[in-house]
């Protein structure tokens, strides 16, 4: 609570802060022999004053000496204009200079022709602040709350220029009209002058890296985790999303994709950067994210050395402004609906089924007939249950809400953001109806931030931010994957989910884990409480040091994070029972088949994971312009950063140096040089810094003087970029991987000295462990992009587009090849493996304006494919078998030609009639074990030696598992207030192998008749009846052993992962302007959200981005509805 309280003493400290932009604003101004006009051209570059005087009152060539310190713009002015005629007025930002003697604007009343009207933006509201000013002169005014102007013009011909921040600027002829009513439209191309880059911030214009982003509001969702939205939205961006479990729902991501076979999943992940320092941002509430950047090639990522190989995401979140107090507060409430959940069959078709995969496996039906139909007909599901496990587990609804609250303004002096948010969801389980304890997963989230700049003098600018997380989650005793596995291979014939006298039931007898009531496993295995905490800090001093040289600055920050974890268990094992049938009186009657205990256990610690992270940057920058058209940056920074785990007696360290150069001509030319210079604890002394540098180039051909103008008309803009660079990784699964190490696994020695003749034994000793690799290094990566930026129509079609290209050498991998021989006991670290990575991404917006009507469409397209030029693998007796020149995550299969026909078997029949098949000896004899027949799959002798074994396994078979092609598009709409806006997101080139890691939870009756499931989709089988090749199952056998052969990875259970998703659709109102002030409301907003609202896909029995895991049946994802209000005042 004293960490809330302080956060919002803060927010409510600024928002008591009432002093106004003249008393607020300093400046420290000390001139020689300067004009009176290049006076105020400083004044109006350093602050926000606009200023107004008439030519012929003032001489603004007049030469004068100004020196003031920390003072008000008011004392310039008194110096400026002493011993002169001249005096001035200030109101609020506008300052007008007039003779002394005279009101103000006085010159202008005496001409008496007056203009006034109404400037509103394109969707008629009207605008405050806009500036009015008569061109050629400096007479003008602002456009007041209503957006109503009045201006006194000399002549009534002229020509007023209106502009405005993120407008056009439009320059209309008075033609002795008297009312003129200005509508403004927006100009994209200022609206995202300035991007955010590698340590720092460049006009779009000169950026020369492959970068893209996305606005806030177009990542937003009703879900706690910001991954989940983040696929499709961003070119080169490939997100996938395995699970919708609430806590455990991250994504993973890439960018371009993957470009290294290392084991360590984090070798391929991208650095994520919030504010400029290393953290995670799945608990990031959108509404304090300011901008969302995603840099891609060498030129934009090399700066961060050992950390920029996998590409780099930055967040920045908002911050205050110089205006008055706005305060933002919005609310969501959502309910969400589990999506392709698996459907199986009733007891009785199971029992059949079984009975037919018995008579396949050449053995006698089990189940009779008679007992089928009670299992079929049965009104009593004790003794003859029927039992849907989804149904008896899962709700079909369940709810979230979330609500924020954020208060940003600020003065000259100090400007604030500070926001608070609340966000809870429950899961999709039911919960325990003997309300001992809640077995439901829950999760409530608390989320500040406070963002504060503080310009203590008119050239130091100090930043404070705080934020802060935490989590409380609610979670069954035993983890989803074991209640859903559960789900997936018991039977619904061998007990009700509990017994109707309320008895808990299980099988006859529990035999091993998989033996097991999935009802018991959600609700009478107990709980788990989660407590995760977060608290980010950062402080950071800006220093202009114009006093050396003008356009010279320093910074420095300081960060220092924590993160905690902190978990109870307590557990339930309630006694277990078994019915066996009913007495006299129609009670049943049992056996206890497990003695357990009524209570929940005591309060089980398990312990708290922690860490904390110290995070120093320090940097000189330097940026000027000479000659108006040589723009030249530059910037050295040393950064360092320490992370301290609870589990680790020594912190992970790095440090490094940056540099960048960047220079520009007259706005055509552009060169940017960087490099990163970073040390890692990985590697010996001779090899610990590597440097990685990276140059980019960027011809804007638009902006040069013969580019046709009336070509401008339809390709406004042209814009060529070139980069190329290296950089490195160092990321493994094991710390100091070049030192030697040992440890207490040796073997006891028997001395063979007992007493008695026995033997004796000396304990464990010491073993080598990884040998001494003093030589390994870096990982290293060479990346090349080539792409360019096209604006069409005035920038109405915006597209960006690049092609790159990229090797990775020097793969930090554990050798794979290493004989036992050797003598090593753990295969050593080394440099080894060579993977290329080439593709395309690009992005698409464009917007029109038909009357009232506003549309906009944007699309993204990422392709990314690798290919291992150099994998550590003993060479293969046939290329079909060899990873290298195959893609990373490929597939090895069987090639399945078809099903086995009777005519592939001489038959035999024994006494009972039961037949039994061998297979014809002209055809390829298999190796795989279980029982061949008809109906079972026929693979390919692709070695042709008449033998089916590993030989015929191909590498390469269909796509990886992580797609290739990820892409996305959308349309909005906006009329009159009302908006609606709709988002596609889709991947391509990507397989799924059906039951590719757990037969148990794909083929029927894997582990038996009482620890299997039958799905609905496997009724399409082969039969006697239906000897059809156009099924999806082959023909049904009794258990694992004897389907052998079926159940080996093969092309027959390939099938596309691929799909197009409908990921959002919203529509809403915004309510006018006009009302809202009667009730001193800024603006408000009501809109309806759908979230995961369809999916087209040729898989049809899971969602295909789940993946293999347990059959694809893991914690689902949700379809939601959402309704939301917003309110600003």
């Not at 927006?186 to 492959?210: C, H, N, R």
Request: net charge neutral; proline share 4%; hydrophobic share 35%.
């Amino acid at each position: 609570m004293k960490f809330f309280s302080f956060f919002l003493l803060i927010g409510i400290g600024h928002c008591l802060a009432t002093n106004s932009y003249s008393q607020s604003k300093l400046f420290t101004m000390k001139t020689s022999q300067k004009t009176v006009k290049q006076v105020f051209q400083e004044i109006e570059k350093n602050s926000e004053y606009i200023i107004f005087y008439m030519d012929q009152i003032i001489d603004t060539n007049r030469k004068v000496n100004i020196d003031v310190k920390n003072q008000q713009v008011s004392a310039i002015l008194d110096q400026l204009f002493l011993g002169t005629d001249n005096t001035y007025s200030i109101n609020d930002r506008q300052i007008t200079i007039y003779h002394k003697g005279e009101q103000p604007n006085s010159q202008q009343q005496s001409n008496k022709f007056t203009v006034t009207g109404v400037i509103t933006d394109a969707q008629g509201e009207s605008m405050i602040g806009v500036s009015v000013k008569v061109k050629g002169t400096t007479l003008g005014g602002i456009s007041d709350m209503d957006g109503r102007y009045s201006i006194s013009v000399p002549n009534k011909n002229d020509i007023l220029i209106v502009s405005f921040l993120g407008y056009a600027t439009e320059e209309i002829k008075i033609n002795g009209r008297r009312n003129i009513n200005i509508r403004l439209r927006e100009d994209t191309k200022a609206l995202d002058e300035v991007v955010v880059i590698g340590y720092g911030q460049q006009k779009k214009e000169s950026v020369v890296v492959s970068m893209s982003s996305v606005k806030p509001s177009e990542i937003a969702a009703p879900t706690r985790n910001l991954t989940n939205n983040l696929a499709g939205q961003v070119s080169g961006l490939i997100a996938v999303q395995r699970s919708g479990e609430p806590g455990y729902d991250d994504a993973e991501f890439w960018i371009r994709g993957i470009s290294t076979f290392a084991s360590n999943s984090s070798a391929s992940t991208p650095l994520v950067l919030v504010d400029g320092v290393p953290r995670k941002i799945t608990d990031i509430e959108p509404d304090e994210i300011e901008t969302f950047s995603v840099l891609k090639d060498a030129a934009a990522t090399a700066i961060y050395g050992a950390e920029g190989a996998n590409g780099v995401i930055l967040v920045t979140t908002k911050r205050g402004k110089d205006e008055k107090p706005k305060i933002t507060f919005k609310t969501e409430h959502s309910i969400s609906s589990p999506q392709r959940l698996p459907e199986f069959v009733g007891s009785a078709d199971y029992l059949s089924l079984y009975n037919e995969a018995l008579n396949n496996d050449g053995e006698p039906d089990l189940f009779s007939a008679e007992l089928i139909e009670k299992f079929r007909t049965s009104t009593d599901r004790d003794l003859y249950p029927d039992t849907d496990w989804i149904g008896e587990l899962l709700r079909k609804n369940t709810h979230n809400h979330r609500y924020t609250l954020n208060v940003r303004g600020g003065s000259a002096r100090s400007r604030y953001f500070v926001s608070g948010a609340y966000y809870t969801e429950s899961g999709i389980y039911k919960g325990n109806p003997t309300e001992k304890y809640d077995t439901n997963i829950g999760l409530d989230r608390f989320n500040l931030r406070s963002n504060i700049d503080m310009d203590v003098t008119s050239t130091t600018l100090v930043s404070i931010d705080l934020a802060g997380q935490y989590l409380i989650g609610n979670y069954p005793g035993e983890s989803s994957s074991t209640i859903f596995r559960s789900m997936l291979i018991t039977p619904p014939y061998c007990f009700p989910a509990v017994y109707s006298d309320g008895t808990v039931a299980t099988y006859e007898q529990e035999r091993g884990v998989n033996m097991r009531n999935p009802y018991n496993q959600l609700m009478n295995s107990g709980y788990t409480r989660q407590w995760r905490t977060g608290i980010q800090s950062k402080v950071g001093v800006r220093q202009k040091l114009d006093f050396i040289t003008k356009g010279l600055s320093a910074k420095v920050n300081v960060s220092y994070d924590f993160d905690a974890t902190f978990k109870s268990i307590r557990s339930y094992n309630p006694s277990r029972y078994h019915a066996t049938g009913r007495d006299e009186n129609g009670n049943l009657t049992f056996i206890q088949v497990v003695s357990g205990t009524p209570d929940l256990s005591d309060l089980k610690d398990n312990g708290i994971e922690a860490q904390k992270k110290i995070y120093i940057d320090a940097a000189i920058n330097y940026k000027r312009i000479f000659a108006e058209k040589h723009d030249v940056s530059g910037m050295l920074l040393y950064m360092q950063k320490e992370t301290q785990l609870k589990t680790q007696p020594l912190p992970y360290r790095k440090q490094g140096l940056v540099g960048r150069f960047s220079y520009s001509y007259d706005g055509r030319y552009f060169l940017e040089g960087n490099f990163g210079y970073t040390g890692s604890e990985a590697f010996a002394k001779n090899h610990r810094f590597g440097f990685f540098p990276a140059v980019g180039l960027a011809y804007y051909l638009s902006n040069e003087p013969f580019y046709p103008g009336v070509l401008k008309n339809y390709i406004n803009k042209i814009k060529l970029r070139a980069s190329v660079g290296k950089t490195g990784n160092d990321t493994t699964s094991d710390r100091f991987i070049y030192r030697p190490t040992f440890s207490m696994n040796a073997g006891s020695w028997s001395q063979g000295i007992g007493s008695n003749g026995g033997t004796n034994s000396i304990g464990q000793g010491i073993i080598e462990g990884f040998p001494e690799t003093l030589d390994i290094g870096w990982e290293i990566e060479k990346k090349q992009n080539y792409g360019f930026d096209l604006g069409l129509f005035n920038n109405k079609i915006d597209i960006v587009f690049d092609y790159f290209r990229s090797e990775r050498s020097n793969i930090l991998m554990q050798r794979k090849t290493t004989p036992t021989l050797s003598g090593f006991r753990v295969n050593q670290y080394a440099n080894y493996g060579i993977v290329s990575n080439h593709g395309v991404d690009m992005s698409l917006n464009a917007h029109h304006q038909i009357g009232k009507v506003k549309l906009s469409a944007r699309g993204t397209f990422t392709f990314a494919r690798n290919e291992i030029k150099e994998y550590d693998e003993l060479p293969q007796k046939y290329p079909w078998m060899e990873r290298t020149g195959k893609r990373i995550n490929e597939n090895n299969l069987y090639i399945a030609e078809r099903l086995y026909t009777k005519e592939d078997f001489i038959i035999n029949k024994n006494s009972n009639g039961i037949e039994s098949y061998t297979l014809r000896p002209e055809l390829p004899q298999s190796t795989l074990g279980g029982l061949l027949g008809p109906g079972d799959i026929k693979y390919k002798d692709v070695n042709g030696d008449g033998v089916i074994d590993s030989y015929d396994k191909v590498v390469g078979v269909g796509h990886p598992n992580v797609p290739e092609i990820v892409y996305g598009f959308g349309l909005n709409i906006e009329y009159k207030g009302f908006y609606a806006s709709v988002f596609f997101q889709g991947t391509g080139n990507c397989s799924v192998l059906l039951g590719g890691n757990t037969p148990e939870g794909w083929y029927p009756f894997a582990w038996g008749v009482d620890q299997s499931s039958y799905r609905t989709f496997a009724l399409d089988r082969w039969t006697e009846s239906n000897p059809s090749q156009n099924v999806l199952m082959p023909r049904l056998h009794k258990d694992n052993a004897n389907n052998a052969n079926n159940q080996v990875a093969s092309t027959w259970w390939l099938r596309n992962g691929g799909f197009l998703r409908l990921k959002n659709m919203e529509f809403g109102y915004q309510l006018p302007k006009q009302f809202l002030k009667k009730f001193n409301v800024q603006a408000a907003r009501i809109y309806v959200m759908g979230y995961n609202l369809a999916l087209w896909d040729d898989l049809k029995y899971f969602d295909p981005e789940a993946g293999n895991a347990n059959g694809g049946n893991v914690y689902p994802k949700n379809r939601t509805f959402t309704l939301g209000i917003d309110f600003t005042f």
